[in-house]
Nanobody
Framework: EVQLVESGGGMVQPGGSLRLSCAAS????????MNWVRQAPGKGPEWVSG????????LYADSVKGRFTISRDNAKNTLTLQMIGLEPEDTALYYC???????????WGKGTLVTVSS
């Protein structure tokens, strides 16, 4: 059974940092691209970042470029999102999702909540 479990969310002040993690199990992690997607209150899902199976290629939404860094550890089946310079607009439920090519994502975790507020 594919499982994706996010952790690391919390409440931070504007300008603060957080590191999100996603523990993957039930599939060959190193064979799949992975993504972070977020959903702010009252809004639709927004793709944030993606990484290819080997970790050598990363992509970011313009809204987070330069502030967020995606990475993966294939030996530990873990996906990470390092976030710095957080803004109130980054407040959202953050999900990790397995990629299926062409932008499709077939499995999602339950999410971890990030709140940026003073």
């Amino acid at each position: 059974e594919v499982q994706l479990v996010e952790s690391g969310g919390g409440m931070v002040q504007p300008g603060g940092s957080l590191r999100l993690s996603c523990a993957a199990s039930g599939f060959t992690f190193s064979s799949y691209g992975m993504n972070w997607v977020r959903q702010a209150p009252g809004k639709g899902p927004e793709w944030v970042s993606g990484i290819n199976p080997g970790g050598g290629t990363t992509l970011y939404a313009d809204s987070v470029k330069g502030r967020f860094t995606i990475s993966r550890d294939n030996a530990k089946n873990t996906l990470t999102l390092q976030m710095i310079g957080l803004e109130p607009e980054d407040t959202a439920l953050y999900y990790c999702a397995r990629g299926q090519g062409g932008g499709a994502m077939d499995y999602w975790g339950k999410g971890t909540l990030v709140t940026v507020s003073s």
